[in-house]
Structures are given as structure tokens and as C-alpha cells.
């Protein structure tokens, strides 16, 4: 079993910043690419930002400048910076982490963790 653990959420107004975390625990060999997604209400989950075990990261254009994206790899933790929030952010935030598991190749999400910007 896996286990993704997110923390970090809250209510920030519009121009302030947070920082989310999730750590993954349970029957892990190896961890590849670990991501943040996020769900606005009425809309589909969409990519944040990832990374790879290379440090290699990507971005939605949404966010580029303003989000930061990293990794502890020997803590299986991903942490992503925000900043500038806007309203646009306040979403659902959930964390994905894809790789080797004992289980087998695959991915596990976390339970979710909620971001409100607003004055």
C-alpha cells in the first residue's frame, strides 16, 4: 500500500503565497515523476507542475513565474511555492506520484488539499 500524504492548504489573500507538501510512504522501490493537479469547482483536474527524479520540471503556462516545483528524493517528498497567488488558484490541489511500487509499475494520488485566494 501507498500512501500520499498533502498538507499546506488554506486561505491566503490575492498577491500572498503557500507552500504545499506531500510525502509519499508505504511499499515504494523507486519514485520517477512526482506532480501537483488541481480541481476548481465545475472544471476538470488539470497539471500544476512535475518533476522528475532528474530535477527535470514542467509547468502549466497558468503558472510559470509564480509556482515553484521540487523534491526530496530520499524523503519521497514534493513541495510546490506558490506565490502571486490569484484567485484563478483556488482550486483543489492534489498531489500524483508515478514510478515502481511493489504492487507494481502505476501512480497513487493524494486525498486532496484545498487553496482558497481570496480578500
Known amino acids: 500500500q501507498v500512501e500520499l500524504v498533502e498538507s499546506g492548504g488554506g486561505l491566503v489573500q490575492p498577491g500572498g503565497s503557500l507552500r504545499l507538501s506531500c510525502a509519499a510512504s508505504g511499499m515504494i522501490f523507486s519514485i520517477n515523476v512526482m506532480g501537483w493537479y488541481r480541481q476548481a469547482p465545475g472544471k476538470q483536474r488539470e497539471l500544476v507542475a512535475r518533476?522528475?527524479?532528474?530535477?527535470?520540471?514542467r509547468y502549466a503556462d497558468s503558472v510559470k513565474g509564480r509556482f515553484t516545483i521540487s523534491r526530496d528524493n530520499a524523503k519521497n517528498t514534493v513541495y510546490l511555492q506558490m506565490n502571486s497567488l490569484k484567485p484563478e488558484d483556488t482550486a483543489d490541489y492534489y498531489c500524483?506520484?508515478?514510478?515502481?511500487?511493489?504492487?507494481?509499475?502505476?501512480?497513487?494520488w493524494g486525498q486532496g488539499t484545498q487553496v482558497t485566494v481570496s480578500s
Open positions: 518533476i522528475n527524479r532528474g530535477a527535470i520540471t
Open positions: 500524483n506520484a508515478g514510478g515502481l511500487f511493489y504492487s507494481g509499475p502505476g501512480d497513487y
